[in-house]
């Protein structure tokens, strides 16, 4: 099984300032027939389910804000939100699709400094 | 835009069998993968294994012994069961769209083991 590891496991930003989120691959996620890392990012919000924010690695998923923006390659990736607002409180895991099992990481709780 | 309900019991005895539905509406089980992901309260994602709206699947080798995923293409449903469960298999239960990354989610139900 690939295992994804994140850090922080949790951090806090004040608003409008730039938060960014680690991920790493056990094993590389980088197809290089297609030159295509097989990686996710989800936001989880309490109550509620995930929501795909991120796919590709660094490609937005339809309605996700730009200040999201996923990149890195091979075993290490980063989300980063160039501008927190209130609403993006809630805890970020990252997902790789290059195997199967597939894996989620453990997640990062990003809070409001 | 597609939706997803899981429904089924919320408590199941150890040893038995926990089983779920997933309904979907707002779009078609075909041609897509549908997936079941569990989160342990607590702890992070687990994804449980995938079927195609076809019928084939794929499962989470450390499960694998124990579930069973089907569809009912003439219903919008697809479905999980997880046999001999113990106290470890208290989660909340994820039906989503998606074999690769997950698209859409279910709002999760929580199953509790327990006797």
């Known amino acids: 099984d690939i295992v994804m590891t994140q850090s922080p496991d949790s951090l806090a930003v004040s608003l409008g300032e730039r938060a960014t989120i680690n991920c790493k691959s056990s094993q590389s996620v980088l197809n290089s027939s297609n030159n295509k890392n097989y990686l996710a990012w989800y936001q989880h919000k309490p109550g509620q389910p995930p929501k795909l924010l991120i796919f590709w690695a660094s490609t937005r998923e339809s309605g996700v804000p730009d200040r999201f923006s996923g990149s890195g390659s091979g075993t290490d990736f980063t989300l980063t939100i160039s501008s927190l607002q209130a609403e993006d409180v809630a805890v970020y895991s990252c997902q790789q699709y290059y195997s199967i099992p597939l894996t989620f990481g453990p997640g990062t709780k990003l809070d409001i400094k | 835009q597609v939706q997803l309900q899981e429904s089924g019991p919320g408590l199941v005895k150890p040893s038995e069998t926990l089983s779920l539905t997933c309904s979907v509406s707002?779009?078609?089980?075909?041609?897509?993968?549908w997936s079941w992901i569990r989160q342990p309260p607590g702890k992070g994602l687990e994804w449980i294994g995938y079927i195609y709206y076809s019928g084939s699947t794929n499962y989470n080798p450390s499960l694998k012994s124990r579930v069973t995923i089907s569809v009912d293409t003439s219903k919008n449903q697809f479905s999980l069961k997880l046999s001999s469960v113990t106290a470890a298999d208290t989660a909340v239960y994820y039906c989503?769209?998606?074999?690769?990354?997950?698209?859409?989610w279910g709002q999760g139900t929580l199953v509790t083991v327990s006797s």
């Open positions: 989503a769209r998606g074999g690769s990354w997950i698209e859409s």
């Open positions: 707002g779009g078609s089980i075909s041609p897509y993968y």
